[in-house]
């Protein structure tokens, strides 16, 4: 202990201070170029529409090349705050050392500065040794002695234990990863480390089932084991309900990227659902890199995703957490991942609609795609009963509901300011699923709800839902398949009819999924809800 003591009692954590700081300025270079490839090189050719042979094994590159930057990022920030706990908890065993040191000494001790041996002193002048009394006087004086000693002990002990701690988890953060495209999960392994090194418990991050408690425990983290707990745990964060969504977002891009660097290890030894999930992903990676240089309300957040069954996604179009008017769009039959494209585009169509009636012309408002269910499948024809049933009853509906009610109280729990005005809005059976959610629980906290194409809310009257009836619309083509032959058998009282108790939404369009037809009145009335209006029941000339 000699050598370790006076070392401890003397040190200047000066330098570990600047390792520290140094490596903390390497990761945000490391974080700014690969933000800056995605900006200025993927983004812009995404957008420009490269596409053959050479696009293929050039993306395949460069996103290669972006996710070997984001290893790099992770790992030099997960050095960067090794060394800075590992400062903190030795300047902290300095202290207890000090303080030790110091009060052996007030009680009249000395301390040996070569190697922290307490002495006993002495309260009697030796030649009276022989005195009756004198055993006694000494073992009162020398009371506090092994207390003294221990503590000392304790304390290099301390940061001899933290020492060994750091050095085991820099040796584990291995730069052969740097180059590699699996880097990624090395690199979440060793998070996991540097998170319990520096006092970071997976099971303190919250269960989902109180988006408002998520959020407050979020915000009272702090920047630093904010970034701890993204680096180690990405896959629950990404998951949680009322995070801010750029948090969940970074969180299920890193997951995101990761899973696709998997799938391209194994690409010649995929099974058909990992081939499927493989393109489904790749395709929604390309439409999240093709945003990243559009303005900001243009810009794509990735608030969920799974491969489990067919597949979900949760993309928004804007930030929900910054802007006045968000509406959140629920999908029906046969919508799954690789269709998500399509969804997002039918998003970007309600923001347009919604920015020509809002005042930021669009830049305040936020369109979230929400297939975070498992919508039945469409198979009128297949001879396949299970099938059928999905879409025949309120099952999936049910199941999906309580994730919906989440996801809507969670937008709330994580939104800036003053109380923005949130929009449900919901098509085929995808309102169904709205309807269950908003009947349970707390409903969906939604200022309106709009649906459209609806076999039904799995209610017989609008009063019984928690929205304002005053402010429940509903839009039905006159020749919509799936509200003529459906609505008012097993998932609920017909919505459109009068003494269901909802609004009727005027639309100009056909069929099932003419909703969202460019142009129309039944897009545009949909816009005009979102921007906090009501709609538009004059039919046009």
């Given at each position: ?299 794509l957040h990735l608030l969920g995703f799974s491969t489990e069954g067919d597949g979900r996604a949760i993309v928004a179009v804007g930030n929900p957490d910054t802007a006045k008017h968000t509406a959140v769009m629920v999908p029906g039959t046969s919508n799954q991942l690789d269709n998500v494209g399509s969804q997002i585009d ?196």
């Open positions: 202990m000699s050598e370790l003591f006076a070392q401890l009692f003397k040190q200047d954590f000066s330098d570990l201070t600047a390792a520290a700081s140094s490596w903390q300025k390497l990761a945000k270079a490391l974080a700014d170029t690969q933000t800056g490839s995605g900006k200025r090189v993927t983004g812009p050719l995404h957008k420009a529409g490269w596409s053959g042979v050479s696009a293929h094994y050039g993306f395949d590159a460069m996103e290669a090349t972006e996710s070997k930057l984001g290893t790099a990022n992770a790992n030099a920030q997960l050095i960067a705050t090794t060394l800075d706990t590992l400062n903190t908890k030795l300047q902290g065993a300095q202290r207890k050392l000090r303080s030790a040191v110091a009060d052996a000494e007030e009680a009249g001790h000395k301390v040996r500065d070569d190697d922290g041996w307490v002495e006993p002193k002495q309260a009697v002048d030796p030649k009276y040794h022989n005195d009756p009394d004198y055993a006694g006087i000494q073992q009162q004086a020398n009371a506090g002695l092994g207390d003294f000693r221990a503590r000392i002990e304790a304390a290099v002990s301390e940061a001899t234990t933290v020492s060994d701690e750091a050095a085991g988890i820099l040796y584990q953060i291995d730069p052969f990863d740097l180059d590699k495209r699996y880097g990624g999960a090395h690199a979440q392994e060793d998070a996991a480390r540097v998170a319990e090194f520096a006092g970071i418990n997976k099971k303190d991050i919250p269960d989902g089932k109180d988006p408002k408690r998520a959020a407050e425990w979020w915000a009272d983290l702090g920047a630093e084991k904010q970034h701890l707990y993204l680096a180690a745990f990405p896959d629950q964060l990404g998951a949680l309900d009322g995070l801010p969504a750029p948090t969940r977002d970074q969180a299920n891009r890193t997951v995101l990227d990761m899973r696709l660097n998997d799938y391209a290890l194994r690409e010649g030894d995929l099974g058909y659902h990992d081939r499927y999930s493989y393109r489904s992903l790749s395709a929604l990676k390309d439409r999240l890199d093709e945003s990243d240089t559009a303005p900001a309300h243009k810009q039918r998003v970007n169509k309600l923001q347009d609609s919604a920015g020509a009636w809002s005042e930021g012309q669009g830049k305040d408002v936020a369109v979230i795609s929400w297939l975070d269910y498992n919508a039945p499948e469409a198979n009128f024809t297949a001879d396949d009963p299970e099938l059928n049933l999905g879409i025949a009853t309120d099952g999936r509906a049910q199941d999906g509901a309580g994730d919906l009610r989440n996801f809507t109280h969670g937008l709330r729990a994580a939104h800036e300011g003053e109380r923005g005005h949130l929009t449900v809005l919901a098509h085929s059976y995808g309102s169904t699923t709205a309807g269950a959610a908003d009947a349970g629980g707390r409903g969906l906290d939604t200022d309106d709800l709009v649906v459209v194409g609806s076999p039904g809310l799995t209610v017989d009257r609008a009063d019984q839902l928690h929205v304002d009836p005053k402010h429940l619309y509903v839009g039905a083509a006159s020749n919509d398949g799936v509200v003529n032959w459906t609505a008012d058998k097993t998932l609920g009282a017909d919505p459109k009819e009068a003494d269901f108790g909802a609004q009727r939404m005027y639309v100009d369009t056909d069929g099932h999924s003419g909703y969202w037809d460019d142009s129309s009145q039944s897009l545009n009335n949909q816009g005009r809800i979102i921007a906090g209006l009501t709609p538009d029941n004059t039919p046009r000339p």
